[in-house]
C-alpha cells in the first residue's frame, strides 16, 4: 500500500485560513469515510484533530474543519494560531481492511 | 484516561529480532484495537499492524512475513516482534489505541526509539 501525499509544506501568516490536502485511491480515500487527521508537534506523539472526514473529537478547536472529495480529502485550520504550527498527518481505511497514512505536511506559521 | 507506555530494547544489531511491549493502563482492552505504528527519523508515519481484544490480528502487507503481534489481556499488555531488522527499520515505534467499530487512533503512547545499528 503507498501512503497518501500530502503537500511537504504550506505556510500562512496568523489570522490566515490553510487548507491541506490527501490524496488517496478508489481503495481507500475514495471507498470510505473514515478520514482522520492528526497534529504532530516536535518530539510529541501525534494527536487526533479530525476523524470520520469531519467529526471533531472533543477538546479539539472548532478552527479545525474536515472535507472530502472523491479521492481528496482536506484538512483547513481557519484563524491560523502559532500553536497551530506543527506536522499534520491524515490516515485512512482501506479496502484490505489496514491503515494507510499521508506523507505528512509542515505547517508554518510566518 | 488511559495510558500506554511502550518498552524493549532501544538498540538491535541488524538481522536480529526487534521486540516491544505496550503496556495500558487507566482502561480496560476490551473492545479495542490495539496497533503499532511507527515513524523513521524525519519521516511520515507507517501503521504496522493491529491485533485485537480477542486475537484477532491484521498487518501491513509490506511487512507481513518478518511480523508478529500478540495481546496478553490479564497483564493488559501487548507486544510486536519484527524479524530480519535493518537499518531502514530505525524509527520510533508509538503503541496505539483505536476503538472497535471506528477507524481512527485515539490514544498515543510517548513512543519508543528502535536504533538499529551494529
Known amino acids: 500500500q503507498s501512503a497518501l501525499t500530502q503537500p511537504a509544506s504550506v505556510s500562512g501568516s496568523p489570522g490566515q485560513s490553510i487548507t491541506i490536502s490527501c490524496t488517496g485511491t478508489s481503495s481507500d480515500v475514495g471507498a470510505f469515510n473514515y478520514v482522520s487527521w492528526y497534529q504532530q508537534h516536535p518530539g510529541k506523539a501525534p494527536k487526533l484533530m479530525i476523524y470520520?472526514?469531519?467529526n471533531r473529537p472533543s477538546g479539539v478547536s472548532n478552527r479545525f474543519s474536515g472535507s472530502k472529495s472523491g479521492n481528496t480529502a482536506s484538512l483547513t485550520i481557519s484563524g491560523l494560531q502559532a500553536e497551530d504550527e506543527a506536522d499534520y498527518f491524515c490516515?485512512?481505511?482501506?479496502?484490505?481492511?489496514?491503515?494507510?497514512f499521508g506523507s505528512g505536511t509542515k505547517v508554518t506559521v510566518l | 484516561q488511559v495510558q500506554l507506555q511502550e518498552s524493549g530494547p532501544g538498540l538491535v544489531k541488524p538481522s536480529e529480532t526487534l521486540s516491544l511491549t505496550c503496556t495500558v493502563s487507566?482502561?480496560?482492552?476490551?473492545?479495542?484495537?490495539w496497533n503499532w505504528i511507527r515513524q523513521s527519523p524525519g519521516k511520515g508515519l507507517e501503521w504496522i499492524a493491529y491485533?485485537?481484544?480477542?486475537?484477532?490480528?491484521n498487518y501491513n502487507p509490506s511487512l507481513k512475513g518478518r511480523l508478529a503481534i500478540s495481546i496478553d489481556t490479564s497483564k493488559n499488555q501487548f507486544s510486536v516482534t519484527l524479524n530480519s531488522v535493518t537499518a531502514a527499520d530505525t524509527a520510533v515505534y508509538y503503541c496505539?489505541?483505536?476503538?472497535?467499530?471506528?477507524?481512527?487512533?485515539?490514544?498515543w503512547g510517548q513512543g519508543a526509539l528502535v536504533t538499529v545499528s551494529s
Open positions: 491485533i485485537y481484544h480477542n486475537g484477532r490480528t
Open positions: 487507566g482502561g480496560s482492552m476490551s473492545n479495542y484495537y
Open positions: 490516515s485512512s481505511y482501506t479496502s484490505s481492511s489496514s491503515r494507510v
Open positions: 470520520d472526514v469531519y
Open positions: 496505539v489505541r483505536a476503538p472497535g467499530g471506528v477507524y481512527y487512533f485515539d490514544s
